[in-house]
């Protein structure tokens, strides 16, 4: 029971590493707060935290939007009392060819809202409730390619992974001394929905593992692990960190 008596919101919560992270904060001990832009699959992810003897509430919310990142900071205060681990993991991506010559602007300014504006909201209506329960954790979740670059381009989504990492080490350095840690995960390439979309063919998928060590693709529960760690009292000394997890594909 790592996180006994906590309170955790986790954002993209109905899918991928958000839905493996809310399974297993719950498991040790966590009553979450699963927010999704798509309620109903938040609310399956509330199912099946329940089904195996956990607490949990659904809300959707748009994390790009000021309002709804405020409304469900309130929801996990006014339901559970408090807020002690935010994780800030909703994220989406483009096309995977996407360079400076080919990127829409509108493809920039939609990433950018949802990948950077989510978790600077996050934040600001966060940190005030985590420092009225005296102190606690944010995740959040950031990119390989924030420290590697993409060979496959992918360049809005990469820069707004590189802002993820430069904000995540100031608030790191600001809120230390008030018991606020604030680190960032860096995934390898998964097995979810968001990369598999667009490596939808064996030979787009073998290309890929060519340029990972481990010579495949992580799963999402390997970085719901790697939160757990960062959101409990285990990791008491580590804030401001680029906590990588990618099958070794920043060191090759
Ligand atoms: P996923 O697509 O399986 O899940 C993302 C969830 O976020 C979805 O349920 C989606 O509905 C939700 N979401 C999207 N926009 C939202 C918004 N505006 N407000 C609220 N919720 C919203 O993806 P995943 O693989 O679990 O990715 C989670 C995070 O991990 C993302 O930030 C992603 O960039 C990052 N990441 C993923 C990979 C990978 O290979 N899958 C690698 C590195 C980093």
Known sequence: M???????????????IGRQAALRFAQEGAKIVVVDLN??????TVGLVKKQGGEAIA?????????????????AEETYGALHILFNNAGISHADDDNAETTEESV???????????VFFGCKYGIPAIRRAGGGSIINTASF????????????????????????????TIHAREGIRVNALCPGPLRTELLMKYLNTEEKRQRRLVHIPMGRF???????????????DEASFTTGATFLVDGGITAA
Do not use: C, H
């Open 108 to 118: 920039w300014d939609l990433t950018f809202d949802v990948n950077v504006k989510g």
């Open 218 to 232: 992580g799963e999402a529960v390997e970085i719901a692990n790697a939160a757990l760690f960062l959101a409990s």
């Open 39 to 44: 309620l109903a699959a938040a609310e399956e």
């Open 2 to 16: 790592r996180l006994a008596g906590k309170v955790a919101l986790i954002t993209g919560a109905g899918s991928g």
């Open 59 to 75: 809300t959707r919310a748009d994390v790009s939007k000021a309002a709804d990142s405020a409304a469900m900071v309130a929801l």
């Open 145 to 172: 390619v924030a420290v590697l670059g993409a060979a496959t381009p992918q360049l809005a989504y990469t820069a707004s992974k590189g802002a993820v990492l430069s904000m995540t080490r100031e608030l790191a």
